[in-house]
């Protein structure tokens, strides 16, 4: 079973947060927070929405940055996303 999205939508997943001490000590994802960053899974069509025309910016394998209080969580087989309008996607992440 796989997400496909409508619109303008867009599908993520988390990324595992992970802090490192200034000695370099790895700690696994216990932040308190649920991280903001997260990897483009499935991408919407786009096209024409309440009236404009809707380009899609991203595409799955994007490591992004979204809105805080934004989308819906959805469990698929064991595995957690979320569901965001494209314009709750804040920055996509370049290395």
């Given at each position: 079973?796989?997400l496909v999205p409508l619109?303008?939508?867009?599908?993520?997943?988390?990324?595992?947060?992970?802090?490192?001490?200034?000695?370099?000590?790895?700690?696994?994802?216990?932040?308190?927070?649920?991280?903001?960053?997260?990897?483009?899974?499935?991408?919407?069509?786009?096209?024409?929405?309440?009236?404009?025309?809707?380009?899609?910016?991203?595409?799955?394998?994007?490591?992004?940055?979204?809105?805080?209080?934004?989308?819906?969580?959805?469990?698929?087989?064991?595995?957690e996303y979320i569901v965001?309008?494209?314009?709750?996607?804040?920055?996509?992440?370049?290395?």
């Open positions: 079973m796989r619109g303008d939508r867009v599908v993520l997943k988390h990324l595992v947060a992970e802090e490192t001490t200034k000695s370099g000590i790895v700690l696994p994802g216990q932040s308190k927070e649920k991280p903001q960053q997260a990897e483009v899974v499935a991408v919407g069509p786009g096209g024409v929405i309440d009236g404009k025309e809707v380009k899609m910016e991203v595409k799955p394998g994007d490591q992004v940055i979204y809105s805080k209080y934004s989308g819906t969580e959805v469990k698929l087989e064991d595995e965001v309008k494209q314009s709750d996607i804040v920055a996509i992440i370049e290395a």
